[in-house]
């Protein structure tokens, strides 16, 4: 095995953000935009660009998807990577990767995981910008009129030829980013980029032209335009397809788990575990569509360490499985049949709860009746389709 030589340039890669506008069931890194993670996406990126120090942010809980997903863009360069945990602010993330660089390091690149499709050109641009005493980081002109606003009137208009959008990453010589850091918490002030805060120590950042490829994922549209670009680029990729059933009869102990979530006064489902024929349904056409045996091959009577889990922990562990046979998730589509619960209310909290178990991926969820035709009719029981699609990684 080779042995990689130090670099002198690191990479920090802020991952650590909620994502609560992009409500998409996971931290906004570890949702898919199709079928890899916007992480991955952002580090594939990175690892193709000039060798660097990489280190990945992660929010608390998220480091081992984290380490899985910097490994896999790393391939031989895996050495170079390092997985921490981050803080409550974007700052805090950034201090904490700081503190994580290397002695050798002289030059420091920060960027937002969220830009996913940054071109790796951008980055070796930043990097080769950045001298002793200048920071640099990627712009594009901004082309919409812009107008000053007062109490909902307009007052006038803004030179547009004077501004311009930031992009990441933002590269800076280490000893003075760390030294604006230090007086930035020491002032207990805080910035909305780090451009901003080295400035604020007094020095000068230069602009490189950026690319439309490095905008920022906040909202559903950014996905949603992320998704368009990445299948234009790379055409259609065919997936693999599983069905999975489950049924399950009433009769069991304590409160109804279905669809991730516990239905208190609801009768409960008979089972070896939680009796969760939704959750049971979706591990068998993943696990098929993937042509990875069943459930009972997996979560069965032989493993007694399943007895009660809940669906968290089927879905964790089948996404698990799948990854390690070089498979990712697309979406998961779910119905079951049944008089009860009454399901509407809890549908988004459902799909939610059922899709950041699987790591962020789409999953939407149906209920029906069946006209009291049926054991499902005559309320004995509950049964359930699932339909997964997955991907070759």
């Not at 009577?301 to 922990?313: D, I, L, M, R």
């Not at 799948?322 to 998730?329: D, Q, S």
């Not at 697309?330 to 079951?336: A, E, L």
């Amino acid at each position: 095995m080779s042995i990689l030589p130090v670099p002198d340039t690191a990479i920090i890669v802020v991952a650590a953000g909620s994502g609560t506008r992009l409500a998409g069931g996971a931290p906004k890194a570890f949702v898919g935009i199709d079928a890899r993670s916007i992480l991955r996406h952002a580090l594939d990126g990175v690892f193709a660009a000039a060798p660097m120090q990489v280190v990945v942010v992660a929010p608390a809980g998220f480091e081992g998807e984290a380490e899985s997903d910097l490994r896999a863009a790393a391939g031989e360069r895996a050495a170079l990577g390092r997985v921490v945990t981050g803080g409550a602010t974007r700052q805090e993330s950034v201090v904490a990767g700081l503190a994580a660089l290397w002695g050798d390091v002289t030059r420091v690149l920060v960027h937002d995981a969220a830009r996913a499709l940054t071109p790796s050109e951008v980055i070796d641009a930043v990097a080769a910008a950045v001298d002793d005493s200048e920071g640099a980081i990627p712009t594009l002109p901004v082309v919409d009129t812009l107008k000053r606003v007062d109490e909902g009137a307009i007052v006038g208009a803004v030179d547009r030829s004077e501004l311009a959008a930031a992009q990441t990453p933002q590269g800076f010589p280490r000893a003075l980013l760390e030294s604006a850091y230090a007086e930035a918490r020491t002032a207990g002030a805080e910035y909305t980029d780090d451009a901003a805060l080295f400035a604020a120590s007094g020095h000068r950042v230069r602009r490189l032209d950026g690319s439309e490829l490095g905008f920022k994922i906040t909202t559903p549209a950014d996905l949603d335009r992320a998704r368009h670009l990445l299948a234009a680029s790379v055409g259609p990729v065919a997936p693999r397809i599983g069905i999975g059933t489950d049924v399950h009869a009433f009769g069991g102990q304590g409160n109804l788990w279905l669809a991730g979530l516990e239905w208190p006064g609801e009768q409960p489902l008979s089972g070896h575990s939680d009796g969760d024929a939704v959750a049971h349904a979706i591990v068998d056409a993943l696990l098929g569509a993937a042509g990875l045996g069943d459930i009972g091959e997996h979560f069965g009577t032989s493993h007694p360490e399943y007895a009660g889990a809940h669906a968290p922990v089927f879905l964790a562990r089948t996404r698990e499985i799948l990854a390690e046979a070089g498979f990712a998730i697309g979406n998961v589509s779910v119905q079951f049949q049944g008089n009860r619960p009454r399901f509407s209310a809890r549908r988004a909290e459902a799909e939610s709860v059922l899709s950041a178990a699987l790591g962020g991926v789409p999953v939407s969820v149906t209920a029906t009746t069946t006209d009291g035709l049926g054991f499902t009719g005559r309320g004995e029981g509950i049964a359930v389709t699932a339909i997964a699609a997955v991907l070759s990684v």
